[in-house]
């Protein structure tokens, strides 16, 4: 069993930068790959970014490459989401999710378990 809890959403303006957390538990933690997704108002989730369990592979959508950072901390259980240069179309819940079943990346679908997400708002 993994839990998961984010912190670190807001509102922010245009061009400005956020720092999503994402604290895990769970004794599967440091081998799952993690991810972050996103659900922008009235649109469906969509993938954000992932990391292997090691970080030694990330991925990002094409939508936030060049402006966000993923990254993690097995010590501490927790990955994180650096977002800078923040547009008001990233405005959205951001979920944490984790793949105990894949230590490599999460798929576009998602991983196992899920956070309960945390809002951005980005003004204009």
């Known amino acids: 069993q993994v839990q998961l809890v984010e912190s670190g959403g807001g509102l922010v303006q245009a061009g400005g930068s956020l720092r999503l957390s994402c604290a895990a538990s769970g004794r599967t933690f440091s081998s799952s790959a993690m991810g972050w997704f996103r659900q922008p108002p009235g649109k469906e989730r969509e993938f954000v970014a992932s990391?292997?369990?090691?970080?030694?592979?990330?991925e990002y959508a094409d939508s936030v490459k060049g402006r966000s950072t993923i990254f993690r901390d097995n010590v501490k259980n927790a990955v994180y989401l650096q977002m800078n240069s923040l547009k008001p179309e990233d405005t959205a819940v951001y979920y944490c999710?984790?793949?105990?079943?894949?230590?490599?990346?999460?798929?576009?679908?998602?991983?196992?378990?899920w956070g309960q997400g945390t809002q951005v708002t980005v003004s204009s």
């Open positions: 999710t984790a793949d105990s079943t894949n230590p490599t990346r999460v798929g576009r679908q998602g991983g196992n378990y």
């Open positions: 990391i292997s369990w090691s970080a030694a592979r990330t």
